[in-house]
Nanobody
Framework: QVQLVESGGGLVQAGGSLRLSCAAS????????MGWYRQAPGKERELVAA???????YYADAVKGRFTISRDNAKNTIYLQMNNPKPEDAAVYYC?????????WGQGTQVTVSS
């Protein structure tokens, strides 16, 4: 059974930094593109960053230059380094494959940004 477990969220000051982790189990994801998604209250879930199996990255315009996605295939884990977060980055953050598989969604990790 595939399980994606996000961690590392919490309260961060605007301009600070935070690193999210997503540990995968149940299968090896090294050959899959992976992504970080987020959902703020009243909004649809959106893709914010993705990394291909070969290490190519994609960033939504809203986070480009501030967030960095990376992966450690040996640990079956992906990361999201959030630098200079803004209040509008507050959301529940999820990881999944890219494109997402419905049954892989985990509980997410809450990120709150104080101004």
């Amino acid at each position: 059974q595939v399980q994606l477990v996000e961690s590392g969220g919490g309260l961060v000051q605007a301009g600070g930094s935070l690193r999210l982790s997503c540990a995968a189990s149940g299968r090896t994801f090294s050959s899959y593109a992976m992504g970080w998604y987020r959902q703020a209250p009243g909004k649809e879930r959106e893709l914010v960053a993705a990394v291909s199996s070969g290490g190519y990255t994609y960033y939504a315009d809203a986070v480009k230059g501030r967030f960095t996605i990376s992966r450690d295939n040996a640990k079956n884990t992906i990361y999201l380094q959030m630098n200079n977060p803004k209040p509008e980055d507050a959301a529940v953050y999820y990881c999944n494959t890219n494109p997402a598989v419905r049954t892989y969604w985990g509980q997410g990790t809450q990120v709150t940004v104080s101004s």
